[in-house]
């Protein structure tokens, strides 16, 4: 810092894309890695609040019988848990941060496609958040249906459930509008050489993503209106007691829900495609299977969707169809992960943090996809159904898969995204702290779920009293680690080391830029010439 | 570019395909009152399709538009349809 010159360096925190200075400069810019920062603190703030209701909610099922609130809060609180995690949290997570910051830079560009849609999309996802933070606070009281808004139930409660799920409506324009942006700028704004089989294979998983996103998402649009329509004006369309067809919407609403499972675990994947790579100085192990298979995920997500409707009573032909599709699915994510271990595989492995944490999404993904097929299977999901064992799975594949590498990409790119580096030791700790809190709160509801525990029950029998105080405890370890990692990456933001711009040795286009980025990312239109993970050109970087 | 601006098509195909519209949603809701039984939502679904069908290639000028554009469309309609044909295996057979 004594040098004069490092203080005056241009980034994008010191370059405006409008006229104003100071808070109006951001809320008004157009710049994507700003408005990828504005998605990351918003994001942030909700999955706070969504892991305090978790803890209540495991405070409340320490022991059985009452302890601090009421079936009905506790009806509310499950709710927006999901509803936050889901809608607010894991749908947007990483697309919408890390994605908005980092698909320009690693295409080449200087922005994304559509800037100011960009902008656009971001107050749409404030407004659909403020929607359903208003209707927990009007009379009628805050949505109790659980997040899958199950017909009849929902068209009779008395709750704001049509102001909940027109929140969710809103989400997701905000979403839509974030898919159409990036299949834009990944077909349009690539840097002259980049072909689209040497993109990077988080650009891959995005651009997938993205797609679903676009065709996917219309789907819950219409299911919404429609319940809306419903609970207004008394038309059967689900309701069996008016003549509707409640399967009906279990169909509709997971034709939209299954395809979303992927939009949160593609761009996952996509990251542990970056991170392995960079950590173990080899090139990726069959970079095409992978990236088709981000594809073929994505194309096959949509015909598996009523393998969570075995038990609605839908036709026996329609289950055993579906029961061999979603068999399918686990073809291409193996793909996926052979190839990851086989990167490993005689690699020169530097376990660093981001590294750390993938190993992590490796072992707990692993668990959570292979107890997918247990619920996959027709047999076995008739047993396990809405129980806990469904609850653990899906914990596992979304929280131990997406959220772990939510953490993965904030520790591989925070030197890039804030240009200071954070404290090895504390993050090599967090990562342990949250394998055994994850695991401790997550695998007693694997076994409580086989014993025939149902999940969003208040109540339990006394034979599962010791599980559930185990998970409990896991959630005071798991919630503590969260709010440790937040403290020393906030501390790292204030007085941690400054950042190299290449302070892991990866070679995709965002390490050959300054931590943080200038505005525009490169001064010049950079020509690719290498495959994505060449890492014969390190020694040309550091030429550089 | 240039060329598919010029391709665009004039007024009267516009209000030729409007009144077609028109007479498709006439036709659609005169067919309601008819009872065809289980062809009912066969036929409702074919009418919308050839409305949806004059309303992208003319209004929404993907026909004057690049090769990429169809086949992101069509690709998006193959998977409507299979989305259709796997509900289909639910609703016949339950």
């Not at chain 1, 941060?97 to 080449?108: A, E, H, K, R």
């Not at chain 1, 809306?228 to 997971?254: C, T, Y």
């Not at chain 1, 990236?291 to 995920?297: N, Q, V």
């Not at chain 2, 009144?19 to 919308?48: K, P």
């Amino acid at each position: 810092m004594a040098n004069g010159k490092d203080t005056v360096a241009e980034n994008f925190y010191n370059q405006s894309t409008n006229k104003h200075t100071g808070i109006l400069s951001w809320l008004l810019t157009v710049d994507h890695k700003r408005i990828g920062l504005m998605y990351l603190y918003a994001i942030l703030t909700f999955f706070v609040v969504g892991v305090i209701i978790g803890l209540l909610m495991r405070l409340e099922l320490i022991a059985p019988g009452r302890q601090l609130m009421d079936a009905q809060t506790y009806n509310a609180l499950f709710t927006l848990h999901g509803v936050i995690m889901i809608f607010l949290f894991i749908i947007p997570g990483l697309p919408a941060i890390f994605g908005n910051f980092f698909l320009p830079i690693q295409l080449g560009a200087r922005d994304v496609a559509f800037p100011r849609l960009n902008l656009l999309s971001f107050y749409v996802y404030l407004a659909g958040a403020f929607l359903a933070l208003l209707s927990l606070f009007l009379p009628g009281g805050p949505i109790d249906t659980g997040w899958t808004f199950y017909i009849p139930y929902s068209v009779r409660s008395t709750t704001n459930v049509s102001l909940a799920i027109f929140a969710a409506f809103v989400l997701g324009f905000s979403s839509i509008l974030t898919g159409i942006n990036f299949v834009t700028t990944v077909h349009r704004l690539r840097a002259p050489g980049m072909t689209f089989f040497k993109m990077p294979l988080f650009i891959w998983a995005t651009y997938a993503t993205a797609w679903i996103q676009i065709i996917a998402t219309p789907v819950i649009g219409i299911t919404i209106l429609l319940v809306m329509v419903e609970r207004a004006f008394g038309v059967g369309i689900f309701d069996p007691a008016l003549g509707g067809d409640p399967i009906l919407f279990q169909h509709m609403f997971w034709i939209y829900s299954h395809p979303a499972v992927y939009i949160m675990i593609l761009p996952a994947m996509g990251v542990v495609s970056e991170i392995i790579p960079t950590f173990v100085r080899r090139t990726i192990f069959g970079y095409k299977a992978i990236a088709i298979s981000s594809l073929a995920i994505a194309f096959v997500g949509y015909l598996v969707w009523a393998h969570h409707m075995f038990t609605s009573g839908m036709s026996d032909t329609a289950r055993w169809i579906f029961s061999l599709l979603t068999f399918i699915v686990a073809l291409p994510s193996g793909v996926k992960v052979f190839n990851w271990v086989a990167t490993m595989y005689k690699g020169s492995i530097d376990p660093k943090p981001p590294f750390l944490w993938v190993m992590n999404f490796i072992f707990l993904f692993s668990i959570g996809g292979l107890t997918g097929l247990v619920l996959g299977s027709l047999a076995t999901d008739i047993h396990l159904h809405d129980t806990y064992f469904v609850v653990a799975h899906f914990h596992y594949v979304m929280f131990g898969g997406t959220g772990t590498i939510f953490f993965a990409a904030l520790h591989y790119w925070f030197p890039k995204m804030f240009g200071k580096m954070y404290n090895d030791r504390l993050a090599r700790i967090a990562v342990v702290l949250f394998f055994v809190g994850f695991n401790l709160l997550y695998f007693p509801k694997f076994i409580l779920g086989y014993m025939g525990m149902p999940r969003r029950y208040y109540d339990y029998l006394p034979q599962f009293e010791p599980l559930q105080f185990v998970s409990t405890v896991g959630s005071w370890i798991l919630a503590g680690t969260i709010f440790f990692i937040i403290g020393y990456l906030i501390h790292a933001l204030l007085k941690g080391k400054k950042a190299t711009s290449n302070p892991w040795g990866g070679v995709t286009l965002e390490w050959h830029i300054p931590s943080p980025p200038p505005l525009e990312n490169f001064k010049e239109i950079p020509t690719v010439t290498h495959e994505p993970y060449d890492f014969s050109q390190l020694k040309e970087m550091k030429d550089e | 570019m240039e060329n598919h601006v010029k391709k665009h098509p004039g007024y009267s195909t516009y209000i030729f395909v409007w009144l077609a519209l028109l007479a498709f949603t006439s036709i659609t809701v005169t067919v309601a009152g008819i009872d065809l039984g289980n062809y009912t939502m066969l036929v409702a679904l074919g009418i919308a399709a050839i409305k949806s069908v004059l309303v992208i290639n003319i209004f929404m000028h993907i026909k004057y538009e690049e090769k990429i554009f169809k086949v992101f469309l069509l690709l998006s309609l193959f998977t409507l349809l299979s989305i259709f044909i796997l509900t289909l295996f639910d609703i016949i057979y339950r």
